[in-house]
């Protein structure tokens, strides 16, 4: 269009000859509006991803990185899990809806959790669940759950997104508008100005809202998940950095708008050396705004808090023996390993845990743990002390053995210049019985172990020791709820290893009293640990 050609426009009624500006316009300022139509379709685009993609926002972490998300209440009636065998490895949740397609408003389940607790109660839920986690009915978890003020957030910067979506599109137009010459000089600074400020205010905005949800405690009204903290349990995905990229593509084309246009018609370009400078000042503005109030939320959710030290007469593992695996099956009472000549429970520990030595209970497709029981949430109960090994290794730890031996361990008059721990403290009055004891001062190579039952890692025939009282220190641990392999181990006492490294920390084990089923290569034996594969 030429600077003679005149439009003709109807304003109030009448015909009114209006010269066009495009041809006016400098080239720095039309420059400002092509970035600006390019960077709208930019977020029109990337907003549009995060809005149609279910895991955009959030993803589960790797499974060994997740804790169990159910209360212990719920563990009681068998009911422990991680967030990702209740939703499925892969699970996510974005802007608008989840993987599976479920809004922040849909419940597939027909009904709240809380609802369903009052209305079957938590033995019925748990003897369904497994059928209801098949069936994709704990979706979306955040309404199921009842976690209205997570909702209320999460909507919150869904409605933002669309928000953000119907802006880019008209920005888009806005701007092509004013190249062709169709909005005056003034409003089109002004008007423009202004949206583009809102628009970075929004992308501000939904960053605080994600750094608020991903660190903050959330409150849900039931018992099985009363509360959650998602970033113990899911990962930011992209929508989170789309977000940020969005507030740093807003404030640019913001500053350009405020430095590179102008408000009169045929006005000369501007210095190119001091919008630059406005610009990059605008910007580091902007950065830090969004840096220091996500600093701000951060700190109101808690988390620069140092972690609270833990009592030291703190006992974690009060109370925490489930009760039934199964709806009243009572699977983890106590009953006695062998009646009248019958093994009454499943597999325990191996007694004779020679390298090759073949057991005589068939355990079937039963697996034993072989994870680091560090790395498990088994808890060490029944504490108690031994003379040497209760299970056999034959060249490794047998009757063949020797070790020190301390007979003041047992006598319960002994008490000068002594720990208290450094001799028995139940069953004084009894003479200690020895048991096996090391035949090699070999330290078995750590490329050699093996995660099967009686591997022993670490032996002595003469070490130093920090209590008198006896070579081995097996702990009993609580079995968890549901599962089928439980193995049980001895850790050494003979050394401070506890005190070395975490390889070193004494392994829990499985008592025979929650009935548990570890070792494929187990004998009939009342006993209740197996020799560990670490010392």
Same mark, same amino acid.
């Given at each position: 269009? &030429? ?5 003709v426009a ?9 010269k066009?500006?495009?041809a ?20 029109a685009?990337?907003?549009?991803i995060?809005?149609?993609?279910g ?8 499974p060994?990185d997740?804790?169990v998300?159910t209360s ?9 899990y991680?967030a ?5 490895? =892969? ?8 993987q ?10 027909? &009904? ?9 109660g938590?033995p019925?839920i748990?003897a #369904?669940?497994p &059928?209801?986690?098949? =069936? ?6 955040v ?11 999460g909507?919150?910067a869904m ?8 802006v880019?599109v008209?920005? %888009? ?12 000089a003034k ?5 423009g ?10 992308f ?8 608020? %949800? ?5 409150t ?5 998940v ?7 349990h899911?990962?930011l995905?992209?929508g ?24 009169e018609?045929?006005?000369? #370009? ?9 610009? +990059?000042g605008?910007?580091?503005?902007g950065?830090t705004?969004?840096a220091?109030?996500?600093v701000?939320v951060?700190g ?5 808090n ?8 703190f006992?974690?593992c ?8 199964g709806?009243g099956?009572k699977?983890f009472?106590?009953?006695?390993c ?6 009454q429970?499943l597999?325990?520990?191996g ?9 005589l209970?068939?355990?079937g ?5 072989t ?16 003379l ?15 070790g020190?031996y301390?007979?003041? #361990? ?5 008490v ?10 139940l069953?004084?009055?009894k003479?200690v ?5 090391a035949?090699t001062?070999t330290?078995? &190579? ?6 099967? =039952?009686?591997?022993?890692? +670490? ?9 008198s %009282?006896?070579?081995?220190?097996p +702990?009993?641990?609580a079995?968890?709820?549901g ?7 001895? #850790? ?28 494929? =290569?187990?004998t009939?034996?009342?006993t ?8």
């Amino acid at each position: 269009m &030429s600077a003679n050609t005149e439009d003709v426009a109807v304003v109030m009624g009448k015909v009114k000859e209006v010269k066009s500006e495009a041809a006016n316009m400098s080239t720095t300022t039309k420059m400002a509006h092509v970035g600006a139509i390019a960077i709208s379709g930019v977020i029109a685009l990337f907003v549009g991803i995060v809005l149609a993609d279910g895991t955009s926002v959030i993803r589960l972490k790797n499974p060994k990185d997740l804790p169990v998300i159910t209360s212990y209440e719920a563990s009681v009636h068998g009911i422990k899990y991680r967030a990702d065998e209740l939703l499925g490895p =892969t699970y996510g949740i974005g802007l608008h809806h989840d993987q599976s397609g479920s809004s922040w408003y849909t419940i597939m389940a027909g &009904s709240t959790l809380a609802t369903l607790e009052t209305n079957l109660g938590l033995p019925v839920i748990a003897a #369904a669940l497994p &059928s209801v986690i098949a =069936t994709d009915d704990l979706k979306h978890p955040v309404p199921f759950l009842s976690c209205d003020d997570l909702q209320m957030a999460g909507l919150a910067a869904m409605y933002l997104g669309f928000i953000a979506e119907i802006v880019g599109v008209l920005m %888009i137009i806005f701007h092509s508008l004013v190249l062709a010459g169709m909005v005056p000089a003034k409003p089109a600074k002004m008007l423009g100005g202004l949206i583009w400020f809102v628009l970075t205010a929004g992308f501000l905005t939904v960053i605080y809202i994600a750094v608020g %949800i991903y660190t903050a405690t959330w409150t849900c009204k039931n018992t099985i998940v009363p509360s959650v903290v998602i970033s113990e349990h899911f990962d930011l995905n992209y929508g989170f950095a789309f977000a940020v990229l969005g507030f740093v593509s807003s404030l640019l084309v913001l500053m350009l708008v405020l430095t590179l246009t102008s408000t009169e018609e045929n006005a000369p #370009a501007p210095k190119l050396g001091g919008a630059i400078a406005k610009t +990059l000042g605008g910007l580091i503005v902007g950065f830090t705004v969004c840096a220091v109030g996500s600093v701000i939320v951060l700190g109101g959710n808690g988390y620069f808090n140092e972690s609270e030290a833990v009592p030291t007469d703190f006992n974690p593992c009060a109370g925490r023996k489930p009760i039934d695996a199964g709806p009243g099956d009572k699977y983890f009472k106590n009953v006695e390993c062998v009646k009248d000549g019958l093994v009454q429970v499943l597999e325990q520990a191996g007694a004779n845990v020679t390298k090759g030595y073949k057991g005589l209970l068939d355990a079937g497709n039963r697996e034993p743990i072989t994870d680091r029981y560090d790395q498990t949430d088994l808890c060490p109960v029944n504490v108690h002390w031994h003379l040497g090994a209760e299970h056999l290794s034959v060249g490794q730890f047998d009757e063949k053995g020797s070790g020190p031996y301390n007979k003041q #361990a047992n006598d319960a008059s002994f008490v000068a210049g002594e720990s208290p721990y450094s001799r028995r403290q139940l069953a004084a009055d009894k003479q200690v019985r020895r048991g096996f004891s090391a035949t090699t001062t070999t330290r078995t &190579s750590r490329s050699s172990r093996r995660p099967t =039952t009686g591997r022993a890692a +670490l032996t002595w025939s003469s070490a130093r020791r920090t209590r008198s %009282i006896g070579h081995t220190r097996p +702990l009993a641990c609580a079995a968890r709820s549901g599962s089928t392999s439980r193995p049980s181990t001895t #850790a050494s006492s003979a050394s401070r290893a506890s005190s070395r490294s975490p390889r070193s920390t004494p392994i829990p084990t499985s008592a025979c009293s929650p009935r548990s089923s570890p070792s494929l =290569t187990t004998t009939a034996t009342s006993t209740t640990t197996r020799t560990s594969t670490r010392a």
